[in-house]
């Protein structure tokens, strides 16, 4: 697993404890619900810290305001009965709790830092509506039907159907990159949306995974077909992320263009990721972040291989970065891109002298 979280701020550890301590689910209880509603309030108020956490850490007020409205659009189904204005009402008692927290345990410039990232929250949370909108919008286009048929098969449970409609979509001539990244990759994040309005529950999220898992290993035999450039990458997830299809995919995509991959997949640690680039000397390192809680783990990496490895080039990409108000120039990566594909074009660019 990654770093230890709050391995370096301690406070934020006991933040957390006394957060989940104290929550206010008599407000719950006085507006009629019992123990779903209030076993869901628990487990997602427990992310609170840890968003809190990277967004104080990065400097970055947009990492906590997206989670608030993420936090209040999950919310809201679950208490459709609920006037909007008193879920609104029940995330800003949230919000004082963990302010009562922060005041008895920090001090001084770091108490007045997160006092003002909680005023930030509790902004986002009084002006909070539901968009039923993505951050970033599905990219359906060109492949909507390939898509819908795609996850009526998963919505269906039928991973025969579901891996041969991928196998067919393969003989009809779709690029691979298309079907990985337009279809199945935003097919899964459509699964996200489903899951977010809670018309589907994590073992769907889970069975969807592994047969998209399924479907994606009969391109294999293509992906590994194509003429070989001599270069190699490495690609992992930070943190304890379990998101692990973007490094796969980025992994997957890199390889069909030739170069060779060397996937570490979910939670990577500092530690064998250091030792997988002593091995092998990638040329570049690709690192994946969906959940940004993690990015804080992934900028600790960055600067630790940029200061063993100065000249391994390093690229970043995932759904957390779009929690980010600015990349460039505050971290020290070589690039930043939104969709694997785009990185294996730069990094073609980048090392065109040597392919
Ligand atoms: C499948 C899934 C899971 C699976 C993951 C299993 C696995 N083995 O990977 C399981 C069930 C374990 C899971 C767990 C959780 N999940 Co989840 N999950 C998803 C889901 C539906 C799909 C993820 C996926 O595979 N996407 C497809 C890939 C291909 O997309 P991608 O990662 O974005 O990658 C593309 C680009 O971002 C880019 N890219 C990615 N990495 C890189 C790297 C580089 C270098 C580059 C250049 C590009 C690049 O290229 C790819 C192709 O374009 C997403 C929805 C979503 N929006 O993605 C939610 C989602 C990420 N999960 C979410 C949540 C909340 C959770 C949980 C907390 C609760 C839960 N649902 O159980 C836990 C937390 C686990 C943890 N500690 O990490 C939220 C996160 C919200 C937020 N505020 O950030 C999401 C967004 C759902 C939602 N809409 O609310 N999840």
Redesign the pocket.
Known sequence: MGLLKFESEPEFGKLAEYVSACQPCGALEAEGYCAPEKRLFRE?TG?TVD?LYASVQLDDKKIFE??VL??Y??LCPVMADMPKHRVRALLLSHFSVVENGAEQIFAGAGLKKLKRFIGYGKRAAADAEVTGK?P?PLRYGKYEKERQRYLDALMRSDTKSAVAVAAEFLQTGIPVEDI??EI?????????????SHQIS?DM??Y???T??LASAQLYPVIFRQRRKKKKVL?A?V????????????AD?FEYNGWDSIYLG??ADISYVLKQIQDHRPDLA?????????LVQCQEMVDRLKACYPDLKI?????????LSKIQGNWRID?????????VR?ADDTFADEI
């Open positions: 997602y992310f968003f997206d989670y993420w936090f659009e999950l993505s970033e990985l990244v199945l990759g935003e097919t899964m994040r459509g699964v996200g949306e489903l899951w977010h994590v999220e889970h969807c995974t592994s998209t898992q690609a997830c943190g304890s992320e379990l998101h692990e299809m973007g490094a796969r995919m980025t995509l979910a939670g690709a690192f994946s972040v969906t959940m940004p809680q993690y690229a970043v990409g995932g759904n957390a970065f779009q929690s690039v930043y891109a939104r969709d694997a594909r785009e990185l730069w």
